[in-house]
């Protein structure tokens, strides 16, 4: 589904990434792990086609293809969802335009028809039940006045919407108590299937408790130095990320 | 004639007006189209410039206009229908003229009031809206022209004024809006858009008096400037010394969609009471990166998620009119069409 070769990258001539390789096949969960400055969230804003971020070597294949020359906009119409650590807040914009704007985009780039207001409403309420999301929230504008655990639920919500094959999320755990934490994790794992890959960046071992990984990677210094499987982990939660940064060293 | 103003007086610092009517003109008086009812119309009314315009010299510009039309709404008369006035002026004529909008006790109006400008178009207009009396004022126009304009607004106890303006026409725009809560429990709220490109330069210089308590007034407006575009918003609040509680607010927003745009922004509170809520705000951007890449990742093409965002910009100055569904919903139909997001 997506690989990512020797990538290496930076930020106004500083370099974050450092020859990073992942792979991560069909309907597979990975999690990164790592330190702050590590570079996590660099690499979700690589993959999701930040324009600040300049990647000076390597490549990343999504399906096969490099996405490297894809605008956002083409890299989500490919299937490619990125729930943002910090969801953006739009004044003037409300949420219920918003998701209609954003799946019809989608869809006109996937080839599909445009759905009509009605059938968008049905699927709208259909996704919004799931996730407990209340009609409220889906006329304020997005994403402002929301808590930090509406925001991360309508981080779901969009995913949910769009349907990507390939979803990153970006310390999605950061800022929510456990009670939220659950809801967003069992949103997330309703949309765990065969067709579907996930990788869940975090710094805290609490989230994959609730969300699974098949694998586990340790982001350091812009490179994955260790991968294992679940209990990885664990151990990291136990022993902290000093005694592997020492050891790959 | 008696001579232009020239950006030596403070209040025309950023607008050079010789500079822009150096044609001769064909002047004639202001010929303006109304479409209410005969009988609001009178000669000439009674009360007009209820208060000094002498304060300040920069207003020669304005004073002693031929009257070229007087409504008066009676006491009590709710108009439903709202009336519309317009103004056309020519290429190479220069049309002069005062309007006067008199709504005596409690009456109501919804005025729409349109300019097609090609020529010079100088006008005055005075607003005086009696104890109780409400007026919503939309303003818009088109044209590549110059408009000179003067509007003095003079409120009672309790009355209301509720005004729109969309600048997106016109090679120099200088509107200038005197406003004086002279009774307790006034409303006075100024909304309005700026969207400018080429050549185009909007001026709008505000003056809100607060004379008496419990009054509220509002400024808010928001600018998009494309091109070599400039404009200009002058905001002073008033407060006098027996004006206690007043609320006085002041928020002008702008974008920059050019590196050679510019926007002057001087926002003034001058406050003699000493329990009053005030406040002002100015800002001058690009358009925010992070909002712009979020609509992106979400499968919205670059230039309808910047035209959504600009939109939503704009949209801001409706608030005033949110319990006035119908306006409201014409505005955002505005917004649409100006920025061609329709």
Redesign the interface.
């Known amino acids: 589904m997506i690989e990512i070769k020797n990538l290496h990258a930076e930020i106004e001539g500083q370099p974050i990434l450092k020859g990073l390789d992942l792979t991560i096949g069909k309907g597979e969960v990975h999690a990164i792990m790592g330190p702050n400055g590590a570079g996590k969230s660099t690499l979700s804003y690589i993959l999701?086609?930040?324009?600040e971020y300049e990647v000076t070597e390597g490549d990343i294949l999504f399906n096969g293809e490099s996405i490297l020359d894809m605008?956002?906009?083409e890299?989500?119409?490919a299937g490619l969802?990125?729930a943002?650590q910090y969801?953006?807040?739009?004044?003037?914009?409300q949420m219920t335009n918003?998701l209609k704007?954003?799946?019809n985009?989608?869809r006109k780039?996937r080839g599909e028809g445009e759905l009509e207001t009605l059938d968008f409403i049905k699927l709208l309420r259909a996704k919004t039940t799931e996730l407990g999301i209340k009609d409220e929230m889906l006329k304020r504008?997005v994403n402002v006045g929301f808590s930090g655990g509406e925001k991360k639920r309508n981080e779901v919500l969009?995913m949910a919407i769009?349907e990507p094959q390939f979803c990153v999320l970006d310390e999605t755990d950061s800022g929510l108590d456990i009670d939220a934490l659950k809801i967003v994790a069992d949103g997330v794992n309703a949309l765990r299937e065969a067709e579907r890959s996930f990788l869940v960046i975090t710094h805290y071992q609490r989230l994959l408790d609730y969300i699974v990984p098949d694998q586990v990677h340790i982001l350091a210094e812009g490179k994955i130095i260790k991968s294992g499987d679940a209990q990885l982990a664990k151990d990291l939660e136990e022993q902290g990320y000093e005694t592997f940064v020492k050891e790959a060293a | 004639m008696s001579a232009l103003p020239t950006p030596k007086l403070e209040r025309w610092k950023y607008s050079n007006l010789p500079a822009h009517v150096d044609e001769t003109y064909d002047v004639h008086p202001l010929a303006v189209g109304y479409d209410g009812d005969d009988e609001f119309i009178v000669d000439r009314d009674v009360d007009l410039l209820p208060w000094a315009a002498s304060t300040y010299q920069d207003m020669d510009l304005w004073m002693g206009l031929q009257d070229v039309l007087s409504i008066v709404i009676p006491e009590g008369k709710s108009v439903e229908k709202p009336v519309n006035i317009t103004m056309d002026v020519e290429e190479g004529q220069k049309c002069e003229g005062a309007i006067h909008i008199h709504l005596q006790k409690n009456a109501r109006l919804t005025l729409h009031d349109t300019v097609n400008c090609q020529g010079w178009m100088n006008r005055a207009m005075t607003i005086t809206l009696d104890d109780g009396a409400e007026l919503i004022h939309i303003r818009s126009g088109e044209g590549q022209g110059i408009l000179t304009s003067l509007i003095q607004i003079h409120q009672g106890k309790d009355a209301k004024y509720n005004a729109y303006v969309m600048n997106k026409f016109g090679s120099f725009v200088r509107d200038q809006i005197h406003g004086a809560l002279t009774g307790e429990n006034g409303v006075c709220s100024l909304s309005g858009a700026k969207i400018l490109s080429a050549n185009q330069h909007c001026d709008t210089c505000i003056l809100i008096e607060h004379e008496a308590p419990n009054c509220y007034s509002n400024q808010n407006y928001r600018n998009l400037l494309n091109d070599n575009a400039r404009g200009v918003f002058q905001g002073k609040v008033h407060v006098h010394q027996i004006a206690q509680q007043t609320d006085g607010y002041q928020l002008c927003n702008s974008i920059l969609l050019s590196d050679k745009a510019e926007m002057d922004t001087k926002p003034e509170l001058e406050i003699y009471a000493d329990d009053v809520k005030c406040s002002h705000g100015a800002t001058t951007a690009q358009l925010d990166?992070?909002?712009l890449?979020?609509?992106?990742?979400?499968?919205?093409?670059?230039e309808?998620?910047q035209a959504?965002?600009l939109?939503?910009?704009i949209?801001?100055t409706l608030e005033a009119f949110e319990d006035h569904e119908e306006i409201y919903d014409q505005l955002g139909q505005t917004i649409k069409k100006v920025l061609d997001v329709a």
């Open positions: 999701a086609g930040k324009e605008e956002p906009e890299r989500a119409a969802f990125l943002f969801p953006v807040e739009i004044p003037g914009v918003f704007t954003s799946l985009a989608v780039a504008a969009q769009l | 990166e992070d909002p890449f979020y609509l992106q990742a979400r499968g919205i093409p670059k309808q998620a959504l965002l939109e939503a910009f949209s801001e």
